[in-house]
């Protein structure tokens, strides 16, 4: 039929493999519409040391790779200190690291909190576009009808449920 996979899949074999080309779709369409200049800096980073710290990550790194190294730390977590533009600007990074650990580290519970923010309109939200909210409504989706096991397993299904509500305007 085709043949058009340029990456390896990184998924154990008999597992997500089938999901392999559309998580490469998913990330590459996310590129697409979250397509914005690099933030000159991403953190308050005059506040304090921690501040400067992570805006320095968040400069040094790249939207292909940043990774759990640099993001992977709930409590060391550069995101929560960053902009929403930061935010924005790394929206691709997200949605590659949620794909890429559903079955290990489970990142998407990171993504989860940050786009449920402190609920309806929020920040994020409010700083984004139809187009943007509708491509979080529809991963948000996606994620809930064909890793809805995950979401379990990690005790996240509402808030997947409450973030596609906010995302949706719903
Ligand atoms: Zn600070």
Known sequence: MHNKRK?????APGCCGRYAELDMDWINEAKRIFRIE?????TNYTHCEECEEHDQTLNRSTIDSIGLDELGN?????????SVEGKKYYMPSFIRLSLETMHSE????????CLEGDGKENKLYCACNAEQRSFITDFIEYIILHH????????CEMEALK????WSNA
């Open 7 to 11: 990456h390896p899949t990184r998924y």
């Open 38 to 42: 690099k933030p000159e800096h991403f």
């Open 74 to 82: 709930p409590g060391w977590n550069p995101i929560c200190f960053s």
């Open 106 to 113: 489970f990142y998407l519970g990171q993504l989860l909190s």
């Open 148 to 155: 809805t096991e995950q979401l379990e397993a990690n005790g």
């Open 163 to 166: 973030v596609q509500g906010i």
